[in-house]
């Protein structure tokens, strides 16, 4: 893996290799909680990775064997969200799981140790999960007084069920890797020893596939769910698509010719 010569993180890591990019929570000492300066990071770190054309997956890791994330930091909760440096509170993870979700390339969750809370939201959202099989999953809110009904609770459901999904909200268990294969909640378990060599072969696989294809399908799965926004995600692909054809290219050449548009030549299919 190589470090970006650009990145500057304080709670992250960025590395990239063979067309991967990895992003890691780096606060071991506290399970990788996130504050809201980790997710500021992570935000951007998924963009640089979004915008890189050399990038066609990326992988989200936790620093350390312990834990892949333990969620918000409990220490700097205040009464609405999470203080940053300015004393400004935020639930701004929130914005960090639409843009996993919204993101047209293909998001890994590599999971060893505690991926609990938020930080197990922050799986859920990653488009496939591999497990090492130290890997303990579950869901805190209501024990700490938080949860997360939005991706949260529905994403939940539609991954492992509804009543499985309630049993993990309402009943604040820990899982270990082999049941959480068992409910969907992950694509494999391995040896931790292999986690990342699992996980890099994965990606290679996937690299190795049509990144129109791979993009234009995890819009297709967050459509329904996603709505309005869902639909949008999707038909931006058609547009961009349509771009590229002379019929689209003909609207705009009319425009910039100053002339009358001819789609007649264009044929209108059954
Ligand atoms: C993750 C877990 C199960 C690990 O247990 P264990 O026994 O391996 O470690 P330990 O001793 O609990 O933790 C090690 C150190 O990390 C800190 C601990 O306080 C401890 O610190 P020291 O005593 O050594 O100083 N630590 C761990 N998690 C932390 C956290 N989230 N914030 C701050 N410090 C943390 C166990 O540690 C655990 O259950 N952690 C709490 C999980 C949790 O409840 N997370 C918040 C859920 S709510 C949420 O994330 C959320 C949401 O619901 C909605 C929106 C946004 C966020």
Not at 136 to 152: C, E, H, L, Y
Request: aromatic share 8%.
């Amino acid at each position: 893996w190589e470090s970006h010569p650009d990145c500057s993180y304080e709670d992250i890591l960025y590395h990239r290799a063979e067309h991967i990019a990895k992003i890691t929570i780096n606060r071991p000492e506290v399970r990788n909680a996130f504050r809201p300066q980790t997710v500021r990071e992570l935000i951007d770190a998924f963009h640089r990775a979004h915008m890189d054309p050399e990038i066609g997956v990326i992988i989200l890791t936790g620093a350390g064997d312990l834990a892949f994330c333990s969620g918000g930091d409990q220490r700097i909760r205040g009464h609405e969200g999470y203080k940053d440096e300015a004393g400004v509170e935020h639930l701004n993870v929130l914005e960090l799981q639409r843009q996993i979700r919204t993101l047209p390339k293909p998001v890994v969750a590599m999971v060893a140790g505690y991926a609990i809370g938020g930080g197990h939201v922050l799986h859920l959202i990653c488009d496939l999960s591999i497990a090492a099989d130290n890997a303990r999953f579950g869901q805190t809110g209501p024990k700490v007084g938080s949860f997360d009904g939005g991706f949260g609770a529905g994403l939940m459901a539609r991954t492992v069920g509804l009543k499985k999904a309630k049993e993990i909200w309402f009943l604040c268990r820990q899982y270990d890797a082999q049941e959480a294969l068992d409910m969907g909640l992950v694509n494999t378990v391995v040896p931790l020893a292999e986690l990342e060599t699992v996980t890099v072969d994965w990606c290679r696989q996937m690299n190795r596939l049509s990144p129109s294809a791979l993009r234009i399908l995890k819009a297709s799965f967050n459509a329904d769910t996603d709505g309005l926004a869902g639909i949008q995600e999707l038909a931006g692909n058609a547009t961009a698509l349509f771009y590229t054809t002379a019929e689209g290219q003909e609207g705009r050449n009319a425009f910039l010719e100053k002339r009358q548009p001819d789609f007649g030549k264009f044929p209108r299919r059954p």
